[in-house]
Each structure stands twice: as structure tokens, then as C-alpha cells.
């Protein structure tokens, strides 16, 4: 995993999610359920990649916002940062999506 084909996976969902949906706060609910489901969250190894490989400053924004009271585990962290930064990404895209369509 990297960088590119972390975006390429997240505008793929993105682009599924703005087939089904009308309005964009339907859209971000889905996104985040897409993105809890992930295998790239539900797997350590998987998180791991994305933790160790891509850009992840919303990811650990996310962490900082939500967990920041400590009592994880590595594994955890590592999970709830890649939830982040795939709904951070998915979100991002349906912006754009949902932005050109009311222009």
C-alpha cells in the first residue's frame, strides 16, 4: 500500500457511494460505514501497511481528537489511524464529486 493506490482504493468507494446517494450528508454516512468496514481497517497487517507507507496526518488527527486518553494497543492505534485516513480520503473525493455537480 501506498499513497497512490490508497487514493485510487478510497475514490473507487467514493465513486460508489455518490452513485447512491442524492445529497451529501447521506453520502458522508456512508462513507464512514464504508470505511469501518474496511479489510484495511479490520486487518492489523493491512492497517499497519497504510500506518507505515502513506501519508497520515488525518488519520492521526482522528486518533488525537477521539482516543486521546490513551489505553490502546498498537494494533488498535494503527486501525483507528487508517479509519481515519480512508474516511478522510472518501470524504475528500465526494466533496469534489458532489462540488462539480452544482456547478
Same mark, same amino acid.
Given at each position: 500500500?501506498?499513497?497512490?493506490? +490508497?487514493?485510487? %482504493? $478510497?475514490?473507487?468507494?467514493? #465513486?460508489?457511494?455518490?452513485?447512491? $446517494?442524492?445529497?451529501?450528508?447521506?453520502?458522508?454516512?456512508?462513507?464512514? @460505514?464504508? /470505511? #469501518? =468496514?474496511?479489510?484495511?481497517? !479490520?486487518? %492489523?497487517?493491512? /492497517?499497519?501497511?497504510?500506518?507505515?507507507?502513506?501519508?497520515?496526518?488525518? =488519520?492521526? /488527527?482522528?486518533?488525537? #481528537?477521539?482516543?486521546?486518553? =490513551?489505553?490502546?494497543?498498537?494494533?488498535?492505534?494503527?486501525?483507528? !489511524?487508517? %479509519? =481515519?485516513?480512508?474516511?478522510?480520503?472518501? @470524504? /475528500?473525493? +465526494?466533496?469534489?464529486?458532489?462540488?462539480?455537480?452544482?456547478?
Amino acid at each position: 500500500m501506498n499513497d497512490k493506490e +490508497l487514493n485510487e %482504493y $478510497c475514490e473507487v468507494i467514493a #465513486d460508489e457511494i455518490k452513485s447512491e $446517494c442524492d445529497d451529501i450528508d447521506s453520502a458522508i454516512d456512508l462513507a464512514h @460505514e464504508n /470505511a #469501518d =468496514g474496511s479489510e484495511h481497517v !479490520i486487518y %492489523y497487517n493491512k /492497517a499497519h501497511a497504510i500506518c507505515q507507507r502513506c501519508k497520515i496526518d488525518d =488519520g492521526q /488527527a482522528f486518533f488525537a #481528537d477521539c482516543f486521546s486518553d =490513551g489505553g490502546k494497543s498498537y494494533d488498535e492505534i494503527a486501525c483507528i !489511524i487508517a %479509519y =481515519g485516513e480512508i474516511r478522510a480520503r472518501i @470524504e /475528500a473525493r +465526494l466533496q469534489i464529486l458532489f462540488e462539480g455537480e452544482n456547478q
